[in-house]
């Protein structure tokens, strides 16, 4: 199973920002949400406080297009809102790599790093019982 669990707060810049451009920015990374609508899972972006964000949340039979979309929404995100910041959990028990942890994917001025996780990792036994 794939799994993956998101929040990404949307800024046009590091700095003081332009609300003209962070609108323009929302506006397309809203239209690229709308893929991830087509499959089951939580897809939320809005206006919080003054703010937009990003809530993704899901699990997968197995890692798929679907898998693929949520790091492209990622990518889109950082390029046209490139003050952007934000955490991206996944897990693969399935995936040739890292079975039995999380990887946590966090973006820093609409750049993402992909970093193991320490607190829930590893799977088993630090969350799952040995079977």
Same mark, same amino acid.
């Given at each position: 199973?794939?799994?993956?669990?998101?929040?990404?707060t949307?800024?046009?810049?590091?700095?003081?920002?332009?609300?003209?451009?962070l609108?323009?920015?929302?506006?397309?990374?809203?239209?690229?949400?709308?893929?991830? &609508?087509?499959?089951?899972?939580?897809?939320?972006?809005?206006?919080?406080?003054?703010?937009?964000?990003?809530?993704?949340?899901?699990?997968?039979?197995?890692?798929?297009?679907?898998?693929?979309?949520?790091?492209?929404?990622?990518?889109?995100?950082?390029?046209?809102?490139?003050?952007?910041?934000?955490?991206?959990?996944?897990?693969?028990?399935?995936?040739?790599?890292?079975?039995?942890?999380?990887?946590?994917?966090?973006? &820093? &001025?609409?750049?993402i790093?992909?970093? &193991?996780?320490?607190?829930?990792?590893?799977?088993?036994?630090?969350?799952?019982?040995?079977?």
């Amino acid at each position: 199973m794939f799994q993956y669990h998101a929040w990404i707060t949307i800024q046009d810049s590091p700095g003081d920002g332009n609300d003209s451009s962070l609108s323009l920015a929302f506006d397309s990374i809203k239209k690229r949400t709308e893929v991830l &609508r087509e499959f089951s899972g939580l897809v939320d972006i809005r206006w919080v406080n003054g703010l937009p964000m990003i809530h993704l949340g899901g699990f997968l039979n197995r890692y798929s297009s679907q898998g693929e979309e949520v790091f492209s929404l990622l990518e889109h995100t950082g390029r046209v809102a490139p003050g952007s910041y934000g955490v991206l959990y996944t897990s693969d028990d399935e995936g040739p790599l890292h079975r039995n942890e999380f990887r946590v994917f966090i973006m &820093r &001025r609409g750049k993402i790093s992909e970093h &193991r996780d320490p607190f829930l990792s590893p799977i088993t036994p630090v969350i799952e019982n040995f079977e």
